[in-house]
């Protein structure tokens, strides 16, 4: 068919536009599409760190949400502009003109664009990986952290978790000071298939030392018997941890006499850590 010729175009020739066009619908709806899955992608990791973490404050969804909408109006754009082409072939066609050849620019341009955005895509995704390993790394270690101004003395140890432990099972058993239990608590955690960095708990004590505390402050019963938590944090440094004599003494109300009943844990512990 000579172009200008006035002549009506064969039927192939409308079928062939037909299949552009509803090839660049797929396009524009594919693309939709997936802006609407990275739009949520955010949103479906906020709600995942809530339930790992309950209680803790939701992240922000980042450059999902942009990156999404971008792609979704992107798709509207290609539809809208495959329908107005389509539309001004078939009056080509019925006119009897060729038009030329198809114009490459809507294709190339979509294809740059989708490129810019897997790469921009890319990049965000290494560095959300990145930011978010920091900040587990900070909440491990926040949550690890001496914990001040909470009657709580924090002592670094110059061996093992489990060395430690021992040492210090060894010196309370030399003093006659029973030990009611050592509770691993990394341990039990493996058990149910999760992590946990080296924690014992150490619970000892003397009726002989214990019940006159008891006797003047009934509440101190709570506190006692006494516990030494050995734990490791997130660079690898050994800690031992245990209630100030004083804070129990301000806590429970007891007299001063009686401090000394429960201050052998500081001797005890730093025995255990030298």
Excluded: C
């Amino acid at each position: 068919m000579a172009a200008g010729t006035g002549q009506k175009a064969d039927l192939r020739d409308y079928l062939a536009a037909e299949r552009t066009f509803l090839a660049w619908i797929r396009t524009g709806l594919a693309l939709m599409g997936f802006g609407f899955v990275v739009a949520r992608f955010g949103l479906f990791l906020q709600q995942l760190q809530v339930f790992q973490r309950p209680g803790m404050a939701q992240p922000p969804t980042g450059l999902s949400l942009w990156f999404g909408t971008a792609l979704i109006a992107v798709g509207v754009v290609v539809n809208g502009s495959a329908a107005w082409r389509h539309v001004r072939l078939v009056h080509q066609l019925d006119r009897g003109e060729t038009g030329g050849g198809a114009s490459l620019t809507p294709a190339v341009a979509t294809a740059v664009f989708l490129a810019l955005v897997g790469l921009a895509m890319t990049i965000y995704l290494i560095s959300i990986r990145g930011s978010s390993s920091v900040h587990q790394q900070g909440i491990e270690e926040g949550w690890m952290a001496p914990a001040a101004n909470k009657g709580i003395v924090d002592r670094a140890s110059n061996h093992s978790v489990d060395e430690t432990v021992e040492r210090l099972k060894g010196i309370l058993q030399s003093k006659g000071v029973t030990i009611f239990a050592v509770v691993d608590h990394s341990g039990e955690a493996e058990k149910v298939g999760m992590k946990m960095r080296p924690t014992k708990l150490v619970i000892f004590g003397s009726p002989k030392a214990g019940t006159p505390l008891m006797l003047a402050a009934p509440s101190v019963a709570i506190d006692l018997p006494l516990k030494i938590l050995v734990w490791e944090d997130a660079q690898g440094k050994v800690w031992e941890s245990y209630n100030s004599s004083e804070y129990l003494r301000e806590r429970h109300g007891f007299p001063q006499e009686l401090l000394a009943n429960i201050g052998v844990v500081e001797v005890l512990a730093a025995k255990a850590a030298e």
